[in-house]
T-cell receptor, first 114, second 111 residues
Framework: DAGVIQSPRHEVTEMGQEVTLRCKPI?????LFWYRQTMMRGLELLIY????????DSGMPEDRFSAKMPNASFSTLKIQPSEPRDSAVYFC????????????FGEGSRLTVL | DAKTTQPPSMDCAEGRAANLPCNHS???????VYWYRQIHSQGPQYIIH???NNETNEMASLIITEDRKSSTLILPHATLRDTAVYYC????????????FGPGTSLSVIP
């Protein structure tokens, strides 16, 4: 089975531009997570969805960040406008049920905002 | 804030057992202990989890103390490919609320 698929793997953009990161979770998984990783702050949970519904977005840093999950097989994380401090690796993860505990992570999208 | 405390770094000789400790003194009765690892530039990978009893799978063993305030992840025969950051996490098994990755332990396996 294919794992969690993220795109793009690398993105370089200029400050002020809109950035859209994409994630395809593992088929059948009910939960989807967006994490951000930086050297300074480590892995931070931004938001997670259950059955396409956002459950907790308290980790979203600012209104410039938004996430959607229009269907069970696709999610986006959008930053508009982007700033240099948004530079990080953004990971998407999915899980079948909370009880199993196992999060399956994608390979990440490395974002650089100049 | 993370609910766990881990040493920032450890070394282990190749072929020897790597024992990675984790302190979770405030763990609640319904919280599980999970371990993940992250090999450089890759996404974190699940290793093992447990509630009260010791657990073993093809990757590692998890030893949880009787009072559940600490645990140890054991990699029985460490290889160079086990060099990674290891994260210990506690969370309620039926909820993903506040699943937080702390800084973890950076394990270096030495040839």
């Amino acid at each position: 089975d294919a794992g969690v698929i993220q795109s793009p793997r690398h993105e370089v953009t200029e400050m002020g531009q809109e950035v859209t990161l994409r994630c395809k979770p593992i088929s059948g998984h009910d939960y989807l997570f967006w994490y951000r990783q930086t050297m300074m702050r480590g892995l931070e949970l931004l938001i997670y969805f259950n059955n396409n519904v956002p459950i907790d977005d308290s980790g979203m840093p600012e209104d410039r960040f938004s996430a959607k999950m229009p269907n069970a097989s696709f999610s986006t994380l959008k930053i508009q406008p982007s700033e240099p401090r948004d530079s990080a690796v953004y990971f998407c993860a999915s899980s079948l049920l909370p009880e199993t505990g196992e999060l399956f992570f994608g390979e990440g999208s490395r974002l650089t905002v100049l | 804030d993370a609910k766990t405390t881990q040493p920032p770094s450890m070394d282990c000789a190749e072929g020897r057992a790597a024992n990675l400790p984790c302190n979770h003194s405030t763990i609640s009765g319904n919280e599980y202990v999970y371990w993940y690892r992250q090999i450089h530039s890759q996404g974190p990978q699940y290793i093992i989890h447990g509630l009260k009893n010791n657990e073993t799978n093809e990757m590692a063993s998890l030893i949880i103390t009787e009072d559940r305030k600490s645990s140890t992840l054991i990699l029985p025969h460490a290889t160079l490919r086990d060099t990674a950051v290891y994260y210990c996490i506690v969370r309620v098994g039926t909820s993903y609320d506040k699943v937080i990755f702390g800084p973890g332990t950076s394990l270096s396996v030495i040839p």
